[in-house]
């Protein structure tokens, strides 16, 4: 079956322009993670979707970070006057079991 | 409060063996592995929810001891295909709801 999908797969913006992310997950899974992933480094915790609610926001670095899911399916993470240190690969997770997350391919996002 | 990873590095011949730690200044509940060859999203391995619980397919497998808070992955007679980033993961309790959380990963190299 389909696996979760993320647009763009490559982003370049400008230091102060707004991007949007976007995440579909896997069909049914009700869970649904964003992740920062730096080079080389490990996985920063974003924020997580239970249904369109999220319980829990303060793993978003600042408030220029927000994120909604609508439909308990699609996702968008908005990154607002982007800063170069938003530069990252971001990645989507959905899951139906906790603990058992798959991910989706990414989102580069470059700010220049 | 992340999870700590053991060893940062391991550098291996195709056919040797190596083991990754896991370790929690907290209560750990469940373990996951997952793993992530360089540029692609991490895939996932296999979660260990019980204290004393060892699970594996192919050549790979963990053990979770709940009393020490700690979490080992086995690679057995290591593959190619083995090369990637591993990383244990757990979820911390966090105001009601429960945080993903991530070590900062073992990078394994597998040469001919």
């Known amino acids: 079956g389909a696996g979760v999908s993320q647009s763009p797969s490559n982003k370049v913006t400008e230091k102060g322009k707004d991007v949007e992310l976007r995440c579909d997950p896997i069909s049914g899974h009700t869970a649904l993670y964003w992740y920062r992933q730096s080079l080389g480094q490990g996985l920063e915790f974003l924020i997580y979707f239970q249904g369109n609610s999220a319980p829990d926001k303060s793993g978003l670095p600042s408030d220029r970070f927000s994120a909604e899911r609508t439909g308990g399916s699609v996702s968008t993470l908005t990154i607002q006057r982007t800063q170069q240190e938003d530069s990252a690969v971001y990645l989507c997770?959905?899951?139906?079991?906790?603990?058992?997350?798959?991910f989706g391919p990414g989102t580069r996002l470059t700010v220049t | 409060q992340q999870p700590v990873q053991s060893p940062q590095a391991v550098i291996l011949r195709e056919g040797e063996d190596a083991v990754i730690n896991c370790s929690s200044s907290?209560?750990?509940?469940?373990v996951h592995w997952y793993r992530q060859k360089h540029g692609e999203a991490p895939v996932f391995l296999m979660i260990l929810l019980k204290g004393g619980e060892q699970k594996g397919h192919d050549k790979i497998s963990a053990s979770f001891n709940e009393k020490k808070q700690q979490s080992s992955l086995y690679l057995t007679a290591s593959q190619l295909s083995y090369s990637g980033t591993y990383f244990c993961g757990t979820e911390l309790s966090s105001g009601g709801s429960y945080i993903p959380t991530f070590g900062r990963g073992t990078s394994l190299i597998v040469h001919p």
């Open positions: 907290k209560a750990l509940y469940s």
């Open positions: 997770a959905s899951s139906l079991v906790m603990g058992e997350q798959y």
